[in-house]
């Protein structure tokens, strides 16, 4: 379940003018408060978050999105696109005042972007 109303969100001055750019930092979003739109994810998705650890499946990958603890706020620090390829990066700030630093590079089903196949998260 999607608690995005629950964390301040600070978005990437990069999606202005670029609704691909805003696509990938909302799939990004996903990743780190939950997922509302699994659809936005090909059944056959892959999250690559370690070396070791690689989800796959769309049920999978939503299941290990809403597993994750819900944070204070996101602070989006840029969302860039390339033909079926884009970077996300940014920092989360947990409730206990932790926080960590994130990027999230994502392979899209086609150039359109509006379908990922496979997320490789570092951070």
Request: aromatic fraction near 6%; charge should be negative; include cysteine.
């Amino acid at each position: 379940m999607l608690d995005e109303e629950m964390a301040e969100i600070i978005g990437s001055p990069d999606c202005g003018n670029s609704p691909r750019n805003k696509f990938a930092q909302d799939v990004a979003i996903a990743l780190e408060v939950g997922a509302d739109k699994p659809e936005q994810f090909d059944a056959k998705a892959v999250w690559t978050r370690s070396s070791e650890e690689h989800i796959r499946g769309r049920d999978a990958l939503i299941a290990a999105i809403n597993a994750k603890r819900n944070p204070d706020k996101i602070i989006v620090e840029h969302a860039i696109s390339h033909g079926k390829t884009s970077a996300v990066s940014g920092e989360v700030i947990l409730a206990t005042g932790e926080s960590y630093r994130f990027c999230h590079v994502i392979a899209f089903t086609t150039a359109k972007a509006n379908c990922v196949a496979a997320v490789v998260s570092y951070g």
